[in-house]
């Protein structure tokens, strides 16, 4: 017993440190070298997979962190324009010598037909600016000095000073502004960073409704996991075996049909609605809503992660010894005192696996909110599809989503500040 | 049940703890258990201890004993019967009221918390206060040499020294019962040894009752004043060690508790506390009549190995013994010898000054006396 305490506390010492073998190589040396070829075998064992995550993985997010502050497709089109913002500061009137440089570069557009891509760029935060941009750009040929009464000719909106400090903002490549749209932030004419009108405000109440969302559903599953991982662990295992059948059976099912019967239950001419209606519950004039909303958003994602609650709650259940209970009651506590404070502590890392899993998962959930989220039900990752496949602003999805790994690698901190990431069980 | 013939007088006779009729600590009245309905458990279980003894309830496993435990805990319900704990039916009482220490066999050591806060456990939740808590545990863990190893948690302890805090923690709280579930189970032999008699020792100092359960009969006769001997659900006998290893009552015990040689016959005749049995090769053996019909009725006679003498034809029952195997052991010379068709016959040689010195092959001549032979149930 003695012996096992020793060796509990015992530190080499430094004669210990230099023992070498017979032939005198020091012993660290011999072991790495006796090493060295099983490590090399390791190694070419997993550099598929090493090759296939770096390609397919880190490139990509590499790629979405520079997308997010780099924009070209103005600045690369106005050479002329970029020395007149770069010889003149934020928030000068733009003289005669701007609109020639203007005139100049929309020429050159026009030439290599470049001035919807650059239109774009600066569409992204003056709505309507696209035309204006193709439009001048045809005139731009058969313009002549005086330019400003060319261009202001061809269309007055090129008065406008906000468009100018748009341009100003596009005219580098590298630039924040896609993380100040993310924030519902926005530069005024002097380029101070401003809050965007009230009805232009999205994105920031999105990230904490978000937030909120995966939060609640974290909960709910914790909630509803619980027991059933309790009984999983604890039932016989011819049972057990079952019931793990039916925790599982979701996760052999598409996720798009199980989203599917979630509507074809919920909606108003649904089954619990009909039901409801039936059983006089609810007059049929009043149906509830229940998807198509944040209700909707709610269920379907809880019934959809709840496995992911369940299985680390499961996994570190499984190997708790009842007797840790039966302990605590003979040792005088009531049921729920030894449940709460011998058994949920024991628990403590399934429910950290779990809720970290359940919460960075519905952070990011996509499809089901797309589905049966309606309008309230949309989560941030349904903006970031929206800004990569319908109004093509890539580097404001970029900005979204790096925010939103941002915010995820800061809970997974604060998790391991708080919980301690060692106390993680997976299964 | 001494007998006042036997020729050998045994040490039970002047145990003092042997009468237990007086006022019982713990009772079990008519106790049966069942888990699905169709078949018992603990089919009829009578037992009553009084204050301050060390019951150890001994049997195969599968015998009904731990369930016996269980249910004095709490954790099972006896299906019909009544237990008491100082006279008062403890049968709806929930675990946590019974104030009964228990150690269990893997120790059961909350893992998250300090051999420290696993002591204080049972006082907090009696709701004492800090200062007497830690003194309390201060005074438990010294109890059983621990003193320095309170802020270490179980997992960084031995196994030795896991049970040392077990045992401490089941008794911080000043039960005056304490169960203990196999609990030195999962130590080595020699630390297994040396935690028996510091158990032992604490009972003794410290006053409590305890309910110990083991299927090892050395652990059994070592520590307890009583030993129950379990099998299928029943209590075969219940006794002090030496009475227990010395007279058996059936031949269950006699085969459970220690070394034993057989030889099945039928009962030719009887004549008192005696039988004369005719064995299955037609000898005759005369033996004592402890549980066996009567003539006509086929019995079992039980000879402890160390009662059979070498080398003489003297006493109630002599035969001639063939030598199949002889094994070095020390202290003493173990024989396998053939004798009235049974080849399984151990005979203990004493390794003494002048000992008989026997040869494979051998035939030679061995007895025993009457009063060594126990007639009992045919198994």
């Keep these: 017993m003695t012996d096992a305490a020793n060796s509990l506390n015992h530190r080499p010492t430094q004669a210990e440190l230099d023992l070498t073998t017979v032939d005198g190589t020091p012993l660290k040396v011999a072991l790495a070298n006796a090493q060295k070829r099983a490590r090399q075998r390791a190694l070419f064992l997993v550099l598929p997979l090493l090759l296939f995550v770096l390609i397919t993985f880190l490139a990509p997010i590499g790629q979405m962190l520079l997308r997010s502050v780099y924009n070209p497709s103005f600045s690369d089109h106005i050479p002329n324009l970029s020395v007149w913002f770069d010889e003149n500061p934020a928030g000068t009137k733009p003289d005669e010598a701007a609109y020639e440089a203007l005139a100049l570069d929309l020429r050159s557009m026009r030439a290599d037909k470049t001035m919807g891509i650059a239109g774009t760029r600066i569409n992204y935060d003056l709505p309507g600016s696209r035309s204006l941009f193709t439009s001048t750009a045809r005139k731009a040929e058969k313009m002549e000095p005086p330019f400003q009464d060319a261009i202001l000719a061809a269309n007055k909106k090129w008065e406008d000073p906000k468009l100018w400090q748009v341009m100003r903002g596009a005219s580098s490549a590298y630039t924040a502004d896609f993380y100040l749209a993310a924030l519902d ?46 009984l999983l662990a604890t039932l016989p295992l011819r049972q057990s075996n079952l019931l793990m059948i039916f925790v599982l059976l979701p996760f052999w099912t598409s996720l798009l049909v199980r989203t599917t019967s979630w509507i074809v239950l919920l909606q108003s001419q649904g089954v619990v609605n009909d039901t409801l209606v039936a059983t006089g519950i609810v007059a049929d004039e009043s149906r509830i809503q229940m998807i198509y909303n944040q209700t909707g958003t709610i269920v379907a994602m809880i019934h959809i992660l709840l496995p992911f609650m369940i299985l680390p709650l499961y996994s570190v259940m499984r190997p708790i010894n009842p007797s840790y209970v039966r302990a605590a009651r003979s040792l005088g506590a009531t049921s729920w005192t030894a449940f709460r404070r011998i058994y949920l502590p024991q628990t403590i890392p399934g429910m950290g696996a779990g809720g970290l899993l359940v919460f960075i998962l519905g952070v990011g959930y996509y499809i089901t909110p797309a589905l049966v989220g309606g309008a309230s039900g949309q989560l941030i990752s349904n903006f970031i599809a929206f800004h990569m496949q319908k109004s093509l602003n890539w580097s404001l999805a970029a900005a979204l989503a790096t925010l939103l790994l941002l915010m995820v690698l800061l809970l997974y901190w604060l998790y391991d500040r708080l919980v301690g990431i060692d106390n993680l069980k997976l299964g | 049940m001494p007998k006042s013939g036997s020729v050998n007088p045994t040490p039970w006779e002047f145990n003092l703890r042997q009468d237990t009729s007086g006022d019982a600590f713990v009772e079990f009245d008519k106790v049966q258990k069942s888990y699905d309905g169709e078949t018992l458990v603990v089919k009829n279980l009578n037992l009553s201890m009084p204050k301050g003894e060390f019951l150890t309830m001994l049997g195969p496993s599968g015998s009904g004993k731990t369930t ?76 059983v040499q621990m003193g320095e190893f309170g802020a270490r948690r179980p997992a960084q302890l031995s196994g030795g020294q896991q049970q040392r805090v077990a045992l401490a923690r089941a008794l911080v709280f000043d039960p005056s019962l304490v169960l203990m579930d196999e609990p030195l189970g999962a130590l080595d032999k020699q630390l297994r040894e040396h935690m028996q008699y510091e158990i032992k020792h604490l009972h003794e100092s410290l006053g409590i009752t305890v309910v110990y359960v083991t299927h090892d009969q050395s652990e059994a006769l070592t520590m307890s004043d009583r030993v129950a001997v379990f099998n299928d659900g029943e209590i075969q006998q219940l006794a002090p060690p030496a009475e227990l290893y010395e007279c058996p009552d059936n031949s269950f015990v006699a085969q459970f508790i220690g070394e034993n040689n057989k030889l099945s016959g039928i009962v030719s005749e009887r004549s008192g506390d005696h039988v004369t049995v005719k064995l299955q090769n037609s000898a005759m053996c005369k033996a004592l009549a402890v549980n066996c019909g009567g003539v006509g009725e086929e019995t079992l006679i039980s000879i402890r190995p160390e009662r059979v003498a070498i080398g003489g034809s003297v006493g109630d029952n002599s035969t001639e013994a063939l030598v199949k195997e002889l094994i070095y052991l020390g202290d003493h010379i173990r024989c396998r010898l053939h004798v009235h068709g049974n080849d399984e016959f151990i005979v203990k040689v004493s390794n003494s000054a002048g000992h008989k010195h026997l040869v494979v092959g051998e035939k030679t001549q061995i007895n025993w006396a009457a009063e060594d032979a126990r007639a009992l149930n045919p198994l």
Excluded at chain 1, 208 to 226: E, H, N, P, S
Excluded at chain 2, 106 to 119: C, D, I, Q, R, W
Excluded at chain 2, 132 to 142: G, N, P, S
């Design chain 1, 185 to 230: 932030r926005t530069r005024d004419v002097n380029g101070d960073i401003v809050s965007v009108d009230d009805d232009r405000k999205i994105y920031a109440a999105n990230f904490l409704k978000t937030l909120f969302l995966a939060g609640l559903i974290t909960f709910c599953c914790l909630i509803l996991a619980f027991p059933v991982a309790h």
């Design chain 2, 68 to 143: 016996c435990l269980m249910m004095l805990a709490g954790f099972e319900t006896a299906t019909r019967g009544e237990i008491r704990l100082d006279g008062a039916e403890i049968n709806n009482i929930p675990p946590h009221k019974r104030g009964i220490g228990m150690v269990f066999q893997n120790y059961a050591l909350f893992p998250h918390m300090t051999v420290g806060e696993n002591l204080a456990f049972p006082l907090e939740v009696r709701g004492m206060s800090k200062a007497e808590r830690e003194a309390k545990v201060i005074h438990a863990l010294d109890m």
